[in-house]
């Protein structure tokens, strides 16, 4: 059974070559996407400009302070699979703007069992006493009951999430062609 033995992989097969095109190429694809989105805006205030990219690397806060910044994190986050932890801190925000306890109780209900139950569709990494913790506080909401566990979350971001993004050629890529784009001015 000559099919069953396994094959050497063939001499121009790189993976790291091939993740390297493959994140050119998203950045590449990333940068016309928000190009589009972002310079189809008449007013220039608006439009996506090299140094607003440029403090993104200053601290996440300033990255997530922008909403160019905060769509293209959670692109980078989304292509790396890894998207649980920024979906979890934007929910939480939203959260905390609502008024009415009906609406509150229902939401907290549907954050603890979407992010932070065990097993959960979108499971957060946070420890066991913030969960029994958060489960708890949940039985009655109030708008800083996820507020612990989204502190950890942001820390992870912080650490994790945020260095890699830095370092990714996504952001090069678009740091790159923002750049070209001004030189061509």
């Known amino acids: 059974m000559p099919g069953l033995i396994p094959q050497p992989l063939p001499t121009h097969f790189n993976m790291d070559r091939d993740d390297c095109r493959r994140n050119k190429t998203l950045g590449k694809n990333l940068m016309c996407r928000l190009q589009c989105v972002f310079t189809s805006s008449s007013a220039p205030e608006s439009r996506l400009s ?3 990219t440029q403090q993104w690397s200053q601290s996440l806060e300033r990255l997530l302070g922008s909403k ?6 959670r692109t980078f986050l989304k292509s790396e699979f890894s998207d649980e932890n920024i ?3 934007l929910t939480c925000e ?3 703007k609502i008024t009415s306890s009906f609406k509150m109780s229902s939401k907290a209900r549907k954050i603890f069992e ?4 065990a097993e959960s569709p979108k499971e957060i ?17 109030t708008p800083q009951c996820f507020d ?4 950890i979350v942001y820390g992870l971001m912080e650490r ?8 990714s050629e996504m952001y090069k890529t678009l740091l790159e062609s923002l750049a070209t784009d001004n030189a061509q001015r």
């Open 94 to 96: 939203d959260y905390k």
């Open 125 to 141: 990494n946070i420890d066991y006493q913030t969960r029994e913790e958060i489960k708890r506080k949940v039985k009655s909401p």
């Open 114 to 117: 979407q992010f932070v139950e």
């Open 68 to 73: 160019y910044g905060l769509a293209t994190f």
């Open 87 to 89: 979906e979890f801190w």
């Open 160 to 167: 994790d999430s945020y260095p890699r993004f830095l370092r």
């Open 50 to 52: 090299l140094e607003d």
């Open 148 to 151: 612990e566990a989204q502190k």
